[in-house]
Nanobody
Framework: QVQLVESGGGLVQAGDSLRLSCAAS????????MGWFRQAPGKEREIVAA????????YYADSVKGRFTISRDNAKNTVYLQMNSLKPEDTAVYYC??????????????????WGQGTQVTVSS
């Protein structure tokens, strides 16, 4: 199975940018669709963005469309989430997730079998 480790979170001000990284190890990274999810205090975990095995297909939640960009570097076994124009409502723990079973990228928690430990993103107003 694949192991996932997120990094890049932190405390920023509204309008700032952050880039999250998720490094994968253990299996062939290009076999996995990858997703970024987030969970704010008291709220359910929700999808932020997802990217297909080759990077040719992406999905974004409406709340981040136009501000966030998901990308991957299969040679580096890493998926990224570039977050621009951050808002206080983006504050959450961000998780990356991997799926090697489905044909298409999934938008749901149940569509991913492997998860990282999460990285905190806090956006102050």
């Amino acid at each position: 199975q694949v192991q996932l480790v997120e990094s890049g979170g932190g405390l920023v001000q509204a309008g700032d940018s952050l880039r999250l990284s998720c490094a994968a190890s253990g299996r062939t990274f290009s076999n996995y669709h990858m997703g970024w999810f987030r969970q704010a205090p008291g709220k359910e975990r929700e999808i932020v963005a997802a990217i297909s095995r080759t990077g040719g297909s992406t999905y974004y939640a409406d709340s981040v469309k136009g501000r966030f960009t998901i990308s991957r570097d299969n040679a580096k076994n890493t998926v990224y989430l570039q977050m621009n124009s951050l808002k206080p409502e983006d504050t959450a723990v961000y998780y990356c997730a991997a799926d090697d079973r489905r044909t298409l990228i999934s938008r749901t928690i149940g569509g991913y079998d492997y998860w990282g430990q999460g990285t905190q993103v806090t956006v102050s107003s």
